[in-house]
């Protein structure tokens, strides 16, 4: 069973940084597309950035651009969500997802896995 666990999330003042880590079960985690969500309270779960399986093409949501960075690191099947100068409005629940095949990798819809969450608390 597939199974991905996030990790690295905490309370950070306004302007600081996190590195969420996601790692997963499975042997062949290198050729799956892996996504980062986040859910806030009373609030849909939402796109954050994505990155193809071999690394060629990363995803943003325009709210998270310039300032997180989505990585991986193979040898450890992990994928990383580095965040800098967080806002109060990036505070939410995190979730890493992954699939197989997919066509849009902005859709939450369209992943088959997905970890517990990580919560991020971004204070004023």
């Known amino acids: 069973q597939v199974r991905l666990v996030e990790s690295g999330g905490g309370l950070v003042q306004a302007g600081g940084s996190l590195r969420l880590s996601c790692v997963a079960s499975?042997?062949?985690?290198?050729?799956?597309?892996t996504g980062w969500f986040r859910q806030a309270p009373g609030k849909e779960r939402e796109f954050v950035a994505a990155?193809?399986?071999?690394?060629?093409?990363?995803y943003y949501s325009d709210s998270v651009k310039g300032r997180f960075t989505i990585s991986s690191d193979n040898a450890k099947n992990t994928v990383y969500l580095q965040m800098d100068n967080l806002r109060p409005e990036d505070t939410a629940v995190y979730y890493c997802?992954?699939?197989?095949?997919?066509?849009?990798?902005?859709?939450?819809?369209?992943?088959?896995?997905w970890g517990q969450g990580t919560q991020v608390t971004v204070s004023t």
């Open positions: 990155r193809s399986w071999k690394g060629t093409n990363t």
């Open positions: 499975m042997r062949t985690f290198t050729v799956y597309h």
């Open positions: 997802a992954a699939a197989n095949v997919i066509d849009n990798m902005r859709r939450d819809d369209e992943y088959d896995y």
